[in-house]
Nanobody, 111 residues
Framework: QVQLVESGGGLVQAGGSLRLSCAAT????????MGWYRQAPGKQRELVAR??????AYAESVKGRFTISRDYTKNTVYLQMNNLKPEDTGVYYC??????WGQGTQVTVSQ
């Protein structure tokens, strides 16, 4: 069973930065992608960024501001979030292989 634990969320002002971390334990295959999703109040969960051995992908709304990275030795995925906007507010979830989820970490961006 894969377990994912997110950390790094918090309250920041618009224009600020946060770095989210997701530590994965269990049997992790490096060929499977990992990603970050978020869910704002009253909205569906959406893909923010995803990374695999061969490609990365970002939601259009975060391109140029967020960077996803992965340490295959530590089985940890990061999401560097810069120039945060109030619309980035939500619960951010880590995902492994499209099936495993973390508990989520709250990100709140004030104006």
């Amino acid at each position: 069973q894969v377990q994912l634990v997110e950390s790094g969320g918090g309250l920041v002002q618009a224009g600020g930065s946060l770095r989210l971390s997701c530590a994965a334990t269990g049997t992790i295959f490096s060929d499977y992608g990992m990603g970050w999703y978020r869910q704002a109040p009253g909205k569906q969960r959406e893909l923010v960024a995803r990374i695999s051995r061969v490609r990365t992908a970002y939601a259009e709304s975060v391109k140029g501001r967020f960077t996803i990275s992965r340490d295959y030795t530590k089985n940890t995925v990061y999401l560097q979030m810069n120039n945060l906007k109030p619309e980035d507010t939500g619960v951010y979830y880590c995902n492994y292989a499209g099936v495993s989820w973390g508990q989520g970490t709250q990100v709140t961006v004030s104006q």
